[in-house]
């Protein structure tokens, strides 16, 4: 796998690119929020922090419509 972004039918898709700061105070906020400091790693790669991003998000949302 490269660590460098490819472009896949005009969209440029990060492989192995590590997250950006702002992706990591983000996932640092969100997994302190919803009690999961696990979910927060310094070492996570672009994709995975957006991944974890979207699951935090959606479970804090989830947990505050009751």
Same mark, same amino acid.
């Given at each position: 796998? @490269? !660590?460098? =972004? *490819?472009?896949?039918?005009?969209?440029? /898709?990060?492989?192995?690119?590590?997250?950006? @700061? !702002?992706? =990591? *105070?983000?996932?640092?906020?969100?997994? /302190?929020?919803?009690?999961q400091p696990k979910q927060y790693a310094r070492e996570l790669t672009f994709e995975e922090a957006e991944r974890r991003?979207?699951?935090?998000?959606?479970?804090?949302?989830?947990?505050?419509?009751?």
């Amino acid at each position: 796998m @490269r !660590a460098t =972004a *490819t472009k896949y039918g005009g969209v440029q /898709e990060r492989l192995g690119v590590p997250m950006t @700061r !702002a992706q =990591a *105070t983000r996932l640092k906020s969100l997994s /302190e929020e919803a009690y999961q400091p696990k979910q927060y790693a310094r070492e996570l790669t672009f994709e995975e922090a957006e991944r974890r991003i979207r699951a935090l998000e959606a479970e804090i949302s989830l947990a505050d419509s009751f």
